[in-house]
């Protein structure tokens, strides 16, 4: 099937199966590897992408259902050469350790802070419930997205 | 004065390459004409093979090739485990990468597919008929060896891979002396180790070269290659491994596993690159799981308690096959380790390793260290119960005293430095540990159950002396090299052989070297994860990288800074003795202006246009460190829970963690090691938990059932530290990878028990799901 698909504000088009996964079409066919699979069900959030304004598993949505959407990556969050008050404070903050669950932790928080300018700290724990960190234990990514809430407001 | 960067939280260098998505990871690597592979796994725990049938998978669309163990048996030598305890009777039995006659738990790869993209691999594993006899499987260490269990080898008699036995002091004295001895049966569970990128190879072979680039998610890249030549046949000269970024491991990725070998042999068949990457269902089959211990524990003490001896009987679950250091946890990372911090005169361990139908147990984060933490501490509460005194007071009763060189203990071993006292001060007085008592028994007036865990743990690690690795029967050497080279420009690379992946060390080993060097930290880099450009490692396990690894980097940073100066010497025209340095300058003594910065002696040693007679051109040193013993890093914790009685969920409403692992060369990767590891053993204690039913079956076989802790189920982790050298590294400092699994796991598990007290309940088995813990409150109340 041809799809239309506006990445990171580049529009591809492009014939794909209509079985493949949303995140084999960023990584295989795009070449846009920093979103990154880490279980195929759902359920740890290393896949999150930004479509139409909303966070969505890429390794649970088909391509073809991206037909006509605007997806960000991660290597969209920001342009070329600067960071999103996210990123940066993620690095401030020692948000990551081996940096797989990282993309979709970023996406994830720039969504939420959209939704959420000032979330409290159990507030951030639960919109994050959707992303798996077996490095941190969540302590500096929470830091890092009450720290990036801030920046964001000042 | 010199500024030192060590000892400085500053930001990671490895961070804008991960914020960013610019990292290649092994599943991102992708090659010109690049295959796909993919397992076919046995569905059954344990069956013979009677027949497969391959044929209408060759001619599937897409499909390159299809192999099974017919085809690699004879060309790929067995996965061999690298861990023989001496004088253990140890079966280390077959591991055929590809299974050919008998699958022994369910995972055990039987067939490959290669084919030209995964979805294409991935259907034709569905057209392979593989015929299984089923037979009866076994999960249960303890009942595998039972007279009558299903057997899973037949040169391994019972099951029993292994028995080893370690004494210190007279055990059987000291309990028949004993005025009180407290028991407990624990049951540390399996766990997945779930780092968050699957496992994933990238294997190319070229036939021209007869060489193979083996891109993998290693901890241990130098083994792998080591490994690697011993399976595959290849010479260790004509293998490159490439671990350079890795998202994760706690253990899971030190192992030689069997599937980077059959797509290593799939590429040297077919002479074009293939990637093998597991879903996540299939790593919680094919890669190593923890623990799977059944433990049978007792402490003696006197009346006053002071604690005489501890020993126990343990059944420690391998799986079907030895993993790599799989025999090594269970004994000498546990077995040694029952005096913890405590004057103990004598310890035994009884363990036998056994075969049972389950994916195979090796390191996971703590590896060994975790479970005598835990029994030891458990016993300790249990004594403190059965003598009805405080039990924090009962612990700085049997505290080891202050010791800075040296200090041997009943098990044999000798902990380096320690002062313990101040760290369980330190945490009590934090929590304000009387107020917590008052309010726990307040609350539990209302019929509140609120629990307080303390735990002192120490641990062994920083592996580790190459001798003693010999004679615990490690298959390699333990120490560590380094390479610092100085560039023209007077910038710096580090080459090491150790392989962080995600620990930061490219960080702080900058941080050391421009403390040693006297340059700035940005002008240093730290080469890490390629066998092709880097000097040998043993690999980032045992929290050894900083200890053992940046020892040799110091060791050989000061040799480069020795030779800098004798140039130095040369270029002032000054005696070599008058030559004195600070901060990064060479001066003749009593005349600071009469200088050259290291800088300028890097450039001249590298155009060498005016060297002294005899010194080589180039600036640069490598060395080999071995370190004289182990290090001991400890630390006291306390968990403040609440149990709601009328669900059984439990919260963690404050964890506090004291840790000394010497000097720290960056705090804030210290304290992020800290709340990775709390939040580990958190996990092993409430949620997480492999269930296999009687056949064999994974029931927790995806993250949709094995619960990995999420961000709103564990709260922040409050983290302090003291500082005691290390008497015998060239830095002074102790591993802090494991430290915050090996000290959680017991203190929440204490809080938990120490809440449920009231009601009698004295013991449940872990993880302490809000079912089980209702039920075991129901069962009490009798209703």
């Known amino acids: ?154 | 004065m010199t500024t030192r960067i060590f000892g400085s939280g500053i930001r990671r260098r490895e961070d804008p390459r991960l914020i960013t998505g610019a990292a290649t990871y092994t599943d991102d690597v992708k090659l010109p004409g690049m295959a796909y592979a993919a397992m076919l796994r046995s569905p059954h725990a344990h069956a013979k093979i009677t027949s497969i049938d391959t044929s209408a998978a060759a001619v599937a669309p897409g499909v390159v090739a299809v192999y099974t163990g017919a085809d690699t048996d004879g060309v790929l030598s067995p996965i061999p485990c690298a861990w023989i305890p001496p004088d253990s009777d140890v079966k280390a039995v077959a591991h055929p990468a590809l299974a050919k006659d008998v699958v022994r738990y369910q995972g055990d790869a039987v067939a490959v597919v290669v084919a030209e993209n995964r979805y294409q691999a991935e259907d034709a594993l569905e057209l392979i008929n593989v015929n299984y006899e089923i037979l009866k499987a076994v999960i249960s260490p303890e009942a595998a060896m039972q007279p009558g269990a299903p057997q899973l080898h037949e040169d391994a008699p019972n099951n029993q891979a292994f028995h080893w036995v370690a004494e210190g002091g007279d055990t059987d004295a000291a309990f028949a002396s004993a005025d009180v001895i407290v028991k407990d049966t624990i049951i540390h569970q399996r766990l997945i180790p779930n780092a968050i990128e699957p496992r994933s190879a990238v294997a190319n072979y070229t036939p021209a070269m007869q060489e193979l680039t083996l891109w993998s998610t290693s901890q241990n890249p130098h083994i792998v290659r080591f490994l690697a030549s011993l399976v595959t046949g290849i010479a260790e000269h004509k293998i490159r491994v490439i671990a350079t970024e890795v998202g994760g491991g706690f253990g899971s990725k030190i192992a030689m596993y069997a599937d980077e070998m059959i797509a290593s042999f799939c590429s040297m068949q077919l002479g074009r690159p293939v990637k093998w990457t597991a879903t996540r269902s299939e790593g919680y089959q094919a890669t190593i799981h923890g623990r799977d211990h059944v433990e049978y524990v007792e402490m003696a003490a006197t009346k006053d308690g002071k604690i005489t001896a501890v020993r126990t009987k343990v059944y420690a679950g391998m799986g079907a096959y030895l993993s790599t250091a799989g025999p090594g946890i269970p004994t000498i990372l546990h077995g040694l380790m029952y005096c913890g911090p405590y004057d103990i005169g004598a310890t035994k361990a009884d363990i036998y390793g056994v075969f049972n139908n389950a994916t195979p147990v090796d390191a996971y984060r703590g590896a060994g260290r975790p479970e005598a933490t835990f029994l030891v501490e458990r016993l300790v509460d249990l004594l403190a119960v059965e003598l009805g005194t405080d039990p924090a007071e009962l612990r700085r009763k049997n505290l080891i005293p202050k010791f800075e060189d040296g200090h041997d203990v009943a098990s044999g071993l000798t902990y380096d430095s320690g002062d313990y006292e101040p760290v369980l001060d330190m945490v009590l007085n934090h929590v304000d540990y009387q107020a917590l008592r008052q309010e726990q028994a307040h609350s539990r007036e209302h019929g509140h159950y609120m629990g307080i865990g303390v735990t002192c743990y120490t641990e062994i690690c920083g592996l580790g002396p190459s001798q003693v690795a010999g004679a615990v029967g490690f298959g390699g050497g333990l120490w560590e090299s380094a390479i610092v080279r100085f560039h023209p420009t007077g910038k710096v690379h580090v080459f090491v052989g150790v392989s962080p992946h995600g620990q930061g060390e490219e960080t702080t080993f900058a941080q050391v070297i421009s403390d040693e060097l006297g340059v700035d930290v940005d002008d240093v880099a730290v080469i890490h994860g390629d066998t092709s450009n880097t000097p040998m490692g043993w690999g980032t396990y045992g929290s050894r990288t900083t200890v053992v690894g940046a020892g040799a980097m110091a060791l050989a940073a000061r040799k480069v800074k020795e030779k800098a100066r004798l140039l130095a010497a040369h270029l002032l025209e000054a005696a070599e003795a008058d030559v004195e340095y600070e901060d990064g300058k060479f001066f003749v003594k009593g005349s600071p202006d009469q200088s050259k910065s290291i800088q300028e002696i890097a450039t001249m040693a590298n155009v060498a246009w005016n060297m002294p007679e005899g010194m080589e051109p180039g600036l640069e040193a490598s060395a080999f460190y071995d370190p004289p013993n182990f290090v001991f890093p400890f630390g006291a914790h306390v968990a403040v829970v609440d149990v709601d009685p009328d669900n059984g969920h439990i919260e963690i409403r404050r964890y506090v963690a004291v840790d000394d692992c010497g000097p720290q060369i960056n705090p804030m990767i210290v304290e992020g090691q800290v709340h990775g590891g709390v939040v580990q053993g958190a996990g092993q204690v409430l949620w997480e938990g492999v269930i296999y039913d009687e056949n064999g079956q994974l029931l927790t076989g995806s993250m949709t059932d094995y619960a990995v802790p999420r961000a709103h189920m564990v709260p922040n982790i409050e983290t302090l530290s003291t500082e005691t050298r290390s008497p015998h590294n060239p830095l002074g400092v102790k591993g802090v990878g494991e430290t915050g699994t090996i000290g959680s796991t017991a203190t929440i598990y204490n809080a938990v028990m120490d809440a449920l007290r009231p009601l009698g309940i004295t013991g449940i088995d872990m993880p302490l799901t809000p079912e089980k813990v209702w039920r075991a409150i129901r069962q009490q109340q009798g209703s």
């Not at chain 1, 999103?84 to 932790?105: E, I, K, R, S």
């Not at chain 1, 939420?112 to 409290?120: D, G, R, Y």
């Not at chain 1, 639960?126 to 941190?136: A, F, P, V, Y």
């Open chain 1, 1 to 154: 099937m041809n799809i239309q698909v506006t990445v990171n504000g580049k529009t591809h088009e492009k014939d794909v199966e209509p079985r493949q996964l949303l995140v084999h079409f960023l990584r295989d066919d795009l070449g846009l590897t920093g979103t990154k699979i880490g279980c195929d069900t759902s359920q740890c959030g290393a896949c999150v992408v930004n479509m139409d304004g909303v966070t969505v598993k890429s390794c649970t949505c088909l391509a073809v259902q991206a037909d006509g959407s605007e997806i960000t990556t991660i290597e969209g969050v920001s342009p070329k050469g600067e960071l999103d008050p996210v990123q940066q404070a993620f690095w401030n903050n020692h948000g990551l350790q081996c940096g797989y669950c990282t993309a979709g932790m970023i996406i994830t928080t720039v969504e939420l802070l959209k939704n959420n300018p000032s979330p409290s700290a159990e507030e951030v724990r639960d919109g994050l419930k959707g992303n798996m960190c077996r490095c941190t234990g969540y302590h500096n990514i929470v830091k890092a997205v009450l720290a990036a809430a801030e920046a964001k407001r000042s």
